[in-house]
C-alpha cells in the first residue's frame, strides 16, 4: 500500500506541534524554578547582608571603645550616628549601598590616634587633609566634653557634698586617682587620645586639647611652620587653650606683653599660607584673653598708664595698636581708675587676611537697628523734608543705614536714590520692584538679627562694609560704595 502522502504530512505536523508544546512547558517550569531559586538566593543574601552590616558596626563599636578604653560608648554622638546608618541600611539588598554604610560607619568611630594614624599613613599630607584631620579631632573633642560632662554631673555628684567634690577635683588637676573608677578610667582615656582635663568657674571640669600630644603624635610638619609654631607656644604655656585666672596672677605684666608679641610673630608666618580655623581660633582666642586681662588686671593705676603708654610708643606696628589704643582713651576719660574693659571678637577678625589693616575703630558691632544713631534724623531729612545737600557729609556706613532704614520704612524711590547713577541707569524699575519685594518681606530687619559685626574699608574713593554671622564671623553680606560729587553711593550688593 502507498502511503497517504496528506495524511502523513499531517500526523507530523501534530506530533511538532505536541513537541513545541511540551518544550513551552518544560521551559516555564524551568524558568518558574530558576527564579524561584534566585528568589531564596536573594533573601538568603539579605539575611546575611542585614547581619554583616551590623555585626560589621559592632565590630567597629567594639574597637571604637577599646581604643577609649571605655566599657560602654553608646552616648558618644559617633556612635549613635553610625548605629542609625546600620539599622537604616539593614533592610537594602544593593551592593553599593551597603558598601557606603560600611565606610560612613567606618569614618565614624574613629578615636584621635586612629585618625592621626590615618593622616600620617598619608606621607605627602596635604593641605586638605591637614584641615579635614583638625576637623575631625574638633568634633570628637566636643563628643569626649558632652560624655566627661554627662559623667561627671551624674555619676560624681551623686551623694557626694561640695567639700567631697572639691576633693575629687583638686585629686584630678594635681594627677591623682579620683577614688571614683569610672572617673580615672575616663581621665586616662582623654590622656591617651591628647586631651586633659582642665577646672572650670562653677567648680566642675572640661576637657582641654593637650598640644604637645598633637606635636608628638603628628609626624609632618614642614608644610605647617604657623601650626607647629603655635601649638609649641601652647605647649609651652599651659599646655592648653585654658588659662586660668588663678594661673594668670602669677604673670607679671611684661610676661603678658611678651606672649601677645610671640602670638603675633606666629601670625605673621602664616601670610600668604593658610590657617586651620583651629589655629586661627587658638591664636586671636588667647590673644584676647591675654589682653582682657590686662586690661582688666587690678593693678596700681600709675603702672598701668606707664604701661599701656610705652606700648603704644613702643609698637605703633602692632595689631594690638588700635585696641589699646582705645583703651587708653577711655582710661584717660576716668583718671585710670579701674575699669571693665573688654575686648570681644574684634581681634579675630583683625587677625583675618580678608580684613588686613584693618583697626578696632572699623568694626561695630550691629546690636542697633538703625545701625548709626544720626539715621533717624537723616531720614527724616531726606524722606520728609526732601534735603540733598547733607548727604555730603555722610560716611560710607551712615548711607548703608540710611539705605537699609529707608528700604525697610517701605522709601523705595529715596533708597534708589542712594544708587550710583550707573546702576539706576540699567533698570530703574527691576531694581524698584526687587526692593519692594525686601520692603514687604522685612527682608533687611530679618536678616540684621542673624549678623554680629559689620566691617569698615576705605581705599582712595571706594569703600567696602562687609556684615559678619553671627555663629563664625564669616562674612555674609558686601556693600560696595564709591564716592561721587553727591557723596558716596552705593555700586553693588553681595550676599555670600
Keep these: 500500500m502507498v502511503p497517504n502522502y496528506e495524511q502523513n504530512t499531517s500526523f507530523k505536523n501534530l506530533r511538532k506541534k505536541r513537541l513545541y508544546l511540551f518544550g513551552f512547558i518544560i521551559l516555564c517550569i ?3 524554578v530558576i527564579s524561584a531559586f534566585q528568589y531564596v538566593k536573594e533573601q538568603d543574601g539579605l539575611t546575611d547582608k542585614k547581619v554583616s552590616v551590623e555585626e560589621y558596626f559592632l565590630e567597629k563599636e567594639k574597637v571604637f571603645a577599646g581604643q577609649l578604653g571605655l566599657n560602654n560608648v553608646d552616648t558618644f554622638p559617633e556612635v549613635k550616628e553610625a548605629k542609625q546608618i546600620a539599622e537604616n541600611t539593614s533592610e537594602s539588598i544593593r551592593t553599593d549601598e551597603i558598601n557606603k554604610a560600611k565606610e560612613e560607619i567606618a ?4 578615636t584621635p590616634t586612629m585618625l592621626v594614624k590615618a593622616y600620617n599613613d598619608l606621607q605627602a599630607s596635604d593641605e586638605a587633609s591637614y584641615l579635614a584631620l583638625m576637623e575631625d ?4 573633642h566636643f563628643s569626649l566634653s558632652e560624655f566627661l560632662h554627662n559623667l561627671w554631673t551624674k555619676d560624681v555628684f551623686q551623694n557626694k557634698t561640695v567639700h567631697e567634690m572639691k576633693e575629687i577635683r583638686n585629686a584630678l588637676m594635681e594627677g591623682r586617682s579620683s577614688g571614683i573608677d569610672a572617673v580615672d578610667k575616663m581621665i586616662r582615656t582623654l590622656e591617651s587620645q591628647g586631651y586633659m582635663v582642665a577646672s572650670v568657674s562653677d567648680g566642675g571640669i572640661s576637657v582641654v586639647q593637650n598640644f604637645k600630644w598633637l606635636l608628638d603624635e ?5 608644610h605647617l611652620p604657623g601650626d607647629k609654631a603655635l601649638f609649641q607656644f601652647m605647649a609651652e604655656n599651659s599646655g592648653s587653650m585654658s588659662l586660668f585666672i588663678d594661673e594668670m596672677e602669677t604673670f607679671q605684666m611684661e ?10 610673630a606666629i601670625h605673621h608666618t602664616y601670610q600668604g599660607d593658610s590657617i586651620s580655623s583651629k589655629a586661627a581660633d587658638i591664636l586671636s582666642w588667647r590673644a584676647t584673653e591675654l589682653l582682657n586681662f590686662y586690661l582688666l588686671g587690678d593693678v596700681e593705676k600709675e603702672r598701668k598708664k606707664e604701661e599701656l603708654e610705652w606700648f603704644l610708643a613702643s609698637h605703633k606696628d602692632s595689631v594690638y ?8 582713651q577711655e582710661y584717660r576719660k576716668v583718671d585710670w581708675e579701674h575699669l571693665d574693659y573688654y575686648v570681644f571678637d574684634e581681634l579675630s577678625i583683625m587677625m583675618d587676611e580678608e580684613f588686613e589693616d584693618v583697626q578696632v575703630g572699623d568694626i561695630t558691632r550691629t546690636d542697633n537697628w538703625p545701625l548709626m544713631r544720626r539715621t533717624i534724623e537723616d531720614f527724616k531729612r531726606f524722606a520728609e523734608e526732601n534735603e540733598k545737600a547733607f548727604l555730603l557729609e555722610l560716611s560710607p556706613l551712615e548711607v548703608v543705614s540710611l539705605y537699609l532704614y529707608s528700604i525697610e ?8 536714590q542712594l544708587y550710583d547713577h550707573s546702576i539706576i ?13 525686601q520692603s514687604e518681606s522685612h527682608f533687611w530687619n530679618n536678616q540684621y538679627s542673624t549678623l554680629s559685626y559689620l566691617v569698615k574699608q576705605r581705599e582712595g574713593k571706594e569703600a567696602t562694609i562687609s556684615f559678619l554671622q553671627r555663629e563664625e564671623n564669616e562674612v555674609s553680606m558686601v556693600f560696595m560704595l564709591q564716592e561721587t560729587v553727591e557723596g558716596w553711593k552705593l555700586v553693588d550688593i553681595t550676599a555670600k
Design 425 to 437: 541707569e540699567q533698570g530703574t524699575e527691576s531694581l524698584r520692584q526687587e526692593l519692594l519685594m
Design 137 to 140: 579631632l574638633e568634633k570628637f
Design 30 to 32: 524551568v524558568l518558574a
Design 321 to 328: 595698636w588700635s585696641i589699646v589704643n582705645k583703651a587708653v
Design 218 to 222: 603628628i609626624e609632618n610638619w614642614e
Design 255 to 264: 610676661d603678658i606683653f611678651s606672649d601677645l608679641l610671640e602670638l603675633e
Design 409 to 416: 520704612r517701605g522709601e523705595i524711590d529715596h533708597a534708589i
Design 107 to 110: 569614618n565614624l568611630l574613629r
